[in-house]
């Protein structure tokens, strides 16, 4: 898992905090949730409850209305409490906490059955962080992959061990048939593999690709679809083809995965793009100071030339021309002779 800093859980709880996610098979298994642990407490008894939906404000669950929890509300005037458990992958212990609420308004679920009701809680706080950092990165990464759909990213060595792929070399499921090939790139929306074949036997053909991931590890079946094949060049037994996802069939932690990577690229990116910025503005200043110098060493030279010229200029009126005065002189020495 990605660390997730204290302003990003910010960010997620504003950009996110009125979205309700409905917790379907792939949300529950993404998440780590552990359904058996979940419970509604009510003064000091527990009450087992499916979470429906939630959002940063509010959940919707579903519990048996037979089991005294409905008495157990009036008396508590509707508040309550919802524990949430998901399982940790750095701990063999889970994590666990309460969320205070307020039960409000219950209305029947499950068709005929009359014992199943389906409850809205709201908030009465800002949940836990641990809810926001679960929740927060699912819901970016489902924004990000509609966003950033078809932003690829080349699937160099350092890329595949930042994404933690097991190998380049995967299987491409064509009309079920399984055929050996090497992935390029990959993208919320599609990816480029090289495969042996002919292009009019693969374009327009319904097929899947099959990518493992470590650190957990993780296998992800993508249906779709390929759309474009080209000759690889020097090669004309191979093709580079392109297939493209259906969005119905992406996996939810295919698109975390991709969003997590992307996200620590963006991150990285800015921060280059601020330590150049920081260094282009040092040269500057450098750049700057060094022609203030020379300016101010220009204009020391210029008032020391004027001082000199000054200077030059009173002793030229104090002593008399030398040729001047010797003439004085003689005319001098011929009126006393």
Request: with cysteine.
């Amino acid at each position: 898992m990605a660390v997730i800093t204290s302003q990003k859980i910010a960010t997620y709880y504003e950009r996110y905090k009125s979205i309700d996610v409905t917790y379907t098979k792939d949300i529950i298994q993404v998440t780590g949730m552990v359904t058996q642990q979940v419970f509604l407490k009510c003064g000091g008894d527990f009450w087992p409850c499916v979470v429906y939906s939630s959002s940063f404000e509010g959940a919707k669950i579903v519990a048996n209305t037979k089991s005294g929890i409905l008495n157990k509300l009036e008396v508590a005037n509707n508040a309550a409490s919802l524990r949430f458990c998901f399982s940790n992958q750095e701990s063999s212990s889970p994590v666990t906490f309460f969320v205070a609420v307020r039960v409000g308004s219950n209305t029947p679920y499950g068709g005929d059955s009359k014992d199943m009701a389906l409850f809205n809680l709201q908030f009465t706080q800002r949940p836990p962080d641990d809810l926001i950092e679960i929740m927060g990165r699912l819901l970016d990464a489902n924004v990000n992959s509609v966003k950033r759909k078809n932003e690829r990213i080349n699937l160099t060595t350092e890329t595949v061990r930042r994404l933690r792929i097991l190998t380049k070399d995967i299987a491409a499921f064509i009309q079920g048939v399984p055929r050996r090939c090497i992935l390029r790139d990959i993208s919320f929306g599609g990816a480029r593999l090289v495969i042996m074949g002919v292009a009019k036997f693969l374009v327009d053909k319904d097929s899947a690709l099959r990518v493992d991931f470590d650190d957990p590890r993780a296998s992800f079946l993508i249906k779709g679809k390929f759309i474009k094949a080209e000759p690889v060049e020097g090669r004309q037994d191979l093709l580079a083809v392109d297939i493209e996802f259906t969005e119905a069939h992406i996996p939810m932690g295919y698109k975390i995965r991709l969003n997590d990577f992307l996200g620590q690229t963006w991150a990285d990116s800015r921060i280059n793009e601020k330590s150049d910025k920081t260094a282009e503005n040092s040269r500057a200043a450098k750049k700057a100071a060094s022609t203030e110098k020379t300016e101010k060493e220009k204009a020391v030279d210029a008032l020391k030339a004027m001082k000199n010229s000054g200077s030059n200029e009173e002793e030229g009126k104090a002593a008399p021309p030398v040729e001047k005065t010797l003439g004085s002189s003689s005319e001098s020495e011929k009126a006393g002779a």
